[in-house]
């Protein structure tokens, strides 16, 4: 019902910037995506929250990445985007974009398809 489509990632040395940029495309209109968000997960590890912000509020960040990295969200296009500066080599892992999406009744989180930022050690 909500396709998340990914863009960004990739290769950067320690201490650069990456974006990387969601869209939720819905299914079906009458779904609202209420909050949209990024987790990281390194393999053989949980994924982790990175970023998250809902419609209408404040952004929620992880400790590890507060005052490096910026979500910005444009509700009104169901777009987000992550800015990633002063990457560390511990950061390597996939991206993974998140929505939580429904209507008044029912609510269900989704996920994109997950990009690689690699930041060499």
């Known amino acids: 019902q909500v396709q998340l489509v990914v863009s960004g990632g990739g290769l950067v040395q320690a201490g650069g910037s990456l974006r990387l940029s969601c869209i939720a495309v819905?299914?079906?209109?009458?779904?609202?995506?209420?909050?949209m968000g990024w987790y990281l997960q390194v393999p053989g590890q949980q994924r982790e929250l990175v970023a998250e912000?809902?419609?209408?509020?404040?952004?929620n960040y992880a400790d590890s990445v507060m005052g490096r990295f910026t979500i910005s969200s444009v509700s009104a296009k169901n777009r987000v985007s992550l800015k990633m500066n002063s990457l560390r080599p511990e950061e390597s892992a996939i991206y993974y974009c998140?929505?939580?999406?429904?209507?008044?009744?029912?609510?269900?989180?989704?996920w994109g398809q997950g990009t690689q930022v690699t930041v060499p050690s």
């Open positions: 912000v809902s419609r209408g509020g404040e952004p």
């Open positions: 819905r299914r079906i209109f009458s779904i609202n995506i209420n909050a």
């Open positions: 998140t929505a939580k999406a429904g209507t008044a009744n029912t609510i269900a989180d989704y």
